[in-house]
């Protein structure tokens, strides 16, 4: 399982879970305060005092020591309706592409999948993120409009 943490500008953090570990509050709060925010300060060093951090509704990303830990490290978090995988970038922008292009391939271990997801990362053109992330006031419009139903693209 990857967790990958980007911006319009690309990747920030790519977390690799491997050997049967899942995402708790803790490992995701502990990720949040330590790697992901050095990756954003060291990345993106004019962004660290005004973080817009968008997240779904999985419980780690919502559970209250979470909350807690932006809270503390004073990012905005933007709001995601329920079951909405249409306003996650990441759902409709980023996954779909990388299952792609790893479709049909077999590796031979974990550290062959994971070489393969960095470099596919890296080698997108340098407006994949910015047009993930600009489609997404649309999405918001057509969520309202629907009244948080579906957005059919």
């Given at each position: 399982?990857?967790?990958?943490?980007?911006?319009?500008?690309?990747?920030?953090?790519?977390?690799?879970?491997?050997?049967?570990?899942?995402?708790?509050?803790?490992?995701?709060?502990?990720?949040?305060?330590?790697?992901?925010?050095?990756?954003?300060?060291?990345?993106?060093?004019?962004?660290q005092?005004?973080?817009?951090?968008?997240?779904?509704n999985?419980?780690?990303?919502?559970?209250?020591?979470?909350?807690?830990?932006?809270?503390?490290?004073?990012?905005?978090?933007?709001?995601?309706?329920?079951?909405?995988?249409?306003?996650?970038?990441?759902?409709?922008?980023?996954?779909?592409?990388?299952?792609?292009?790893?479709?049909?391939?077999?590796?031979?271990?974990?550290?062959?999948?994971?070489?393969?997801?960095?470099?596919?990362?890296?080698?997108?053109?340098?407006?994949?993120?910015?047009?993930?992330?600009?489609?997404?006031?649309?999405?918001?419009r057509?969520?309202?409009?629907?009244?948080?139903?579906?957005?059919?693209?």
């Amino acid at each position: 399982m990857a967790t990958i943490f980007w911006d319009s500008k690309g990747v920030l953090y790519v977390d690799f879970l491997t050997e049967r570990r899942t995402i708790n509050v803790e490992y995701y709060s502990t990720h949040l305060k330590c790697p992901v925010k050095a990756a954003i300060r060291n990345k993106r060093k004019r962004a660290q005092t005004s973080v817009s951090f968008l997240q779904d509704n999985a419980r780690p990303h919502v559970a209250a020591h979470t909350m807690d830990t932006i809270q503390k490290l004073k990012w905005n978090v933007l709001p995601h309706p329920p079951y909405s995988p249409d306003l996650a970038p990441s759902d409709y922008h980023l996954i779909g592409p990388l299952k792609d292009h790893l479709g049909g391939k077999r590796f031979r271990n974990n550290e062959e999948v994971i070489q393969d997801v960095q470099e596919w990362l890296h080698w997108q053109p340098k407006d994949f993120f910015l047009s993930g992330i600009r489609k997404l006031p649309d999405r918001w419009r057509r969520c309202i409009a629907n009244q948080g139903d579906y957005v059919e693209m």
